[in-house]
């Protein structure tokens, strides 16, 4: 019985001292393939977080990080000019960051650079008909909130299917058509003012690098790019180079308002004076005040394209497009706008040279003093573009006559020495 016993013990303690070596096998096989997983989740969710989420800089001496999307929030924490941040997401104009010691919360985007402008969650949009219905939902049967008129300019927030959430200033106004919005071609970037006295414009983001020229001081630039401490950025006449983050400040002012309330008021004053008189003859025209500084403020917050443009008119008949009353695309832009039935002041539209003016955005076209045409000032929209049109001439839309071409086009000829403003 001791013998069989001393072996049965044997057998026992060689059985558990197995059993003990496969379960420690097994911990650390767990062990391990708990590791790799660790070890997967946080690499994909790095590769997702780079995928997905886009940089940006921001571009105020100071910003805070709110808590919530409100101006009077609870702050969070404080960032500098330069300081970089990780866009994930948006509501309304606020957009919800990310910084790289990990803080989280919304920063307003005008206090903002995106430097990958197709992943900026806000677009700037511009309205291509002359009245636009707006939907408190995504939805034609929903309530009707109210309407925008033509060139009014818009955020566009969201997207849902064909529809689009817009906001005007702060306010977000509802859901519209998106197929009745126009997206500039060219982003829009944030602008600053020079700050500083002959301020460096270099050829890189260096202050050893070359010096491309100086700008004066309270020079409006717009900004394009970030890199060690420098601003890429773009001059009203068209260069670009760096400038030190220190040298300048951004501007922060809307013309939104003042675009609506000068493009009314001149309608308006159009209008009565067609009323009054018929005859627009160039001896009574002298006699009649310019409308250009209805456009001051409206000019010293645009871009200056040039004082030499070249204006001309055109309509809608087979003289000036080519196409009769019945042709499929006849009356349609370039960029989708109708403007069959439509007339001069209701559809301010012209065809532009793409590579000189953005399809898209928005320009003001004055004048010379003295000028009869001068009854034309006003904000267009760069809708279309046409083979005849050279790189420093502007087409505007008069009309839709039917086939016979319009006394108003015929009367036009040609304008020189007109002034072009860009208003983005």
Not at 23 to 31: A, D, F, G, M, N
Not at 165 to 189: C, H, N, R
Request: hydrophobic share 35%; net charge negative; glycine share 8%.
């Amino acid at each position: 019985m001791t013998i069989k016993s001393n072996k049965f013990s044997r057998l026992f303690k060689n059985a558990v001292r197995r059993k003990g070596e496969i379960e420690i096998v097994r911990k650390k096989s767990i062990s391990i393939v708990a590791l790799l997983a660790v070890v997967w989740i946080i690499s994909m969710g790095s590769v997702a977080f780079g995928e997905e989420n886009t940089k940006a800089v921001v571009i105020d001496r100071m910003v805070n990080i709110h808590e919530a999307p409100e101006e009077h929030s609870k702050v969070a924490t404080t960032i500098g000019v330069g300081g970089s941040v990780f866009v994930v997401g948006n509501k309304g104009r606020w957009l919800e960051v990310s910084t790289e010691n990990g803080f989280h919360g919304w920063i307003h985007t005008k206090s903002l650079l995106v430097l990958d402008y197709a992943k900026h969650p806000i677009k700037e949009g511009i309205v291509n008909m002359d009245l636009l219905y707006v939907n408190e939902l995504p939805d034609p049967n929903s309530m009707l909130k109210g309407t925008l008129g033509f060139t009014a300019r818009v955020s566009v927030i969201a997207e849902e299917g064909k529809w689009f959430q817009v906001a005007l200033g702060e306010d977000v106004i509802g859901w519209v058509l998106s197929e009745f919005i126009t997206i500039p071609e060219k982003p829009s970037y944030p602008r600053a003012s020079v700050q500083t006295d002959k301020a460096k414009i270099r050829a890189e983001a260096s202050n050893n690098s070359d010096t491309i020229c100086e700008v004066e001081k309270n020079t409006v630039i717009e900004l394009k790019d970030y890199a060690e401490d420098y601003f890429h950025v773009v001059l009203p006449d068209g260069r670009e180079g760096w400038i030190h983050q220190y040298e300048m400040k951004t501007v922060h002012e809307t013309i939104e308002e003042k675009n609506k309330l000068y493009f009314s008021q001149y309608i308006k004053q159009q209008e009565e004076k067609a009323e009054k008189k018929q005859d627009n003859s160039e001896e009574d025209s002298k006699n009649t005040p310019s409308m250009s500084e209805d456009f001051e403020d409206i000019k010293k917050m645009g871009k200056l394209l040039g004082k030499d443009f070249t204006v001309t008119a055109y309509d809608l008949s087979i003289a000036s497009c080519g196409k009769a009353l019945g042709d499929k695309y006849r009356g349609f832009t370039s960029t989708g706008i109708n403007l069959n039935g439509k007339q001069w002041g209701e559809a301010m539209v012209v065809s532009v040279n793409s590579k000189t003016i953005p399809l898209g955005s928005k320009v003001l076209i004055i004048f010379k003093e003295g000028d009869w045409r001068s009854k034309y000032n006003g904000i267009y929209l760069a809708g279309d573009t046409g083979s005849g049109i050279k790189a420093r001439s502007v087409d505007i839309y008069l009309g839709d006559g039917g086939n016979e071409q319009l006394e108003a086009v015929k009367k036009f000829g040609r304008a020189s020495n007109v002034e072009v403003y860009l208003i983005e």
